[in-house]
């Protein structure tokens, strides 16, 4: 496999201003990319430790629905704590990978190209298709290189004919609502942007909902 400069690219840290969703779900990302990793082998923070500080986080949002000014100071200070720590996970891998674009993709961080110059978008892919809340799906997206959103489309026939479901402003949680409990989805989804104005669709993946 040929390898792209890494310098052609860098890790998206913008995260540091995303919703508490797409944070958490990035760490989530982040603890299933780098365990073992060959490279990425002297994190600056501990998978465990992050593992805490995502724990945390994740149960300060629940409190934090429930309303109130402590408790939404509690859920912005445990954000805090994580995104300091994927900053510094982020920056640690964006200097380890320095040779290779594929290693830099692998750790679990979305990656955006330094070239001004456009082109076509890569297919991105579902990475799983989940239905644990009753009435509705939720598609866990590979993220691609300059897409700017992503669109997701559903067919309850095996693809025979298709629902818009959307635009969303990342790949890694976009959830399709209402579905009717019983049937079985077909689900595929696109980045927009590039020179074509979009990507191929991802493969698809089917799931019946509960």
């Known amino acids: ?28 990302d982040v ?4 365990p073992n990793h060959p490279v990425f082998t002297n994190l600056p923070v501990t998978l465990l430790v992050l593992g805490q500080q995502q724990t945390t986080f994740a149960a300060a949002m629940t409190d934090a629905r429930k309303g109130g000014a402590d408790r939404t ?11 300091d720590s994927l900053m510094k996970i982020a ?15 692998s750790s ?7 070239n001004r110059t456009s082109g076509p ?9 989940l239905n644990d809340v009753s009435g509705q799906l939720t598609v866990r997206g590979q993220a691609v290189l300059n897409g700017r959103a992503y669109q997701v489309r559903m067919s309850a026939d095996g693809g ?5 479901m959307g635009t969303f402003n990342g790949a890694r949680q976009m959830v399709l609502s209402p579905v009717t409990p019983g049937t079985t989805y ?8 590039g020179s074509t104005g979009q990507s191929d669709w991802s493969d698809p993946v089917t799931r019946m909902a509960t």
């Open 1 to 28: 496999m040929a390898i792209t400069p890494v310098k052609n690219f860098r890790i998206y840290t913008g995260f540091s201003r995303d919703p508490d969703d797409d944070v958490n779900h990035l760490t989530l």
């Open 31 to 34: 603890m299933d990319a780098l």
């Open 73 to 83: 100071r509690a859920k912005n200070t445990a954000k805090q704590v994580l995104v």
């Open 91 to 105: 920056l640690y891998c964006q200097g380890e990978a320095r040779h290779d674009l594929n290693t830099l993709l």
């Open 108 to 114: 679990g961080f979305d990656v955006v190209s330094t």
């Open 121 to 129: 978008l890569d297919q991105p892919s579902i990475i799983a298709l």
């Open 160 to 164: 025979k004919t298709w629902t818009d």
């Open 186 to 193: 077909t689900v595929q989804f696109c980045a927009l942007g």
